[in-house]
């Protein structure tokens, strides 16, 4: 077992005005994984954004230009929130939901190729680099 300890005691968090909540259940069973960067960007910025009914009104020009992400970003991101049960929208009203059950995985999701980890991986890129010219890995 890790031993814990506070690292830093004169900057704990601590919840003053309003504050945002992703439950531990997203890590914890899944839900994180499921998402793509962009799906898991726009997520968190609408829990951010959301009051405490995860209520949000932001417009998708905002949104686009605040995560830096296209238009097409965007919309596919949000497009898949929805099927994934994360999110309402009404088109112009967001809606962070309750986390369902389980992760919903789409059928885009199961078809799409795994990407071979040691090839994507920074950590792993440095290393091959780091053995291939003598350095410390």
């Not at 949000?56 to 965007?74: A, N, P, V």
């Not at 809606?95 to 919903?104: A, F, G, K, T």
């Amino acid at each position: 077992m890790i031993n814990k300890m506070i690292l830093c005691h004169e900057r704990v968090r601590k919840i003053s005005g309003s504050f945002a909540f992703i439950e531990h259940r997203f890590l914890r069973d899944g839900f994180m994984l499921s998402l793509n960067h962009h799906e898991m960007l726009l997520y968190f910025f609408l829990v951010l954004a959301a009051d405490r009914y995860g209520l949000s009104f932001y417009g998708y020009d905002k949104i686009c230009s605040l995560l830096r992400i296209t238009l097409e970003d965007y919309l596919e991101a949000r497009n898949r929130l929805l099927e994934k049960d994360l999110i309402a929208f009404n088109g112009q009203l967001f809606q962070v939901l309750s986390l369902p059950r389980q992760p919903v995985i789409s059928v885009q999701e199961l078809h799409k190729p795994q990407a071979d980890w040691k090839r994507d991986d920074p950590a792993a890129i440095r290393d091959f680099f780091a053995r291939a010219f003598g350095g410390k890995p």
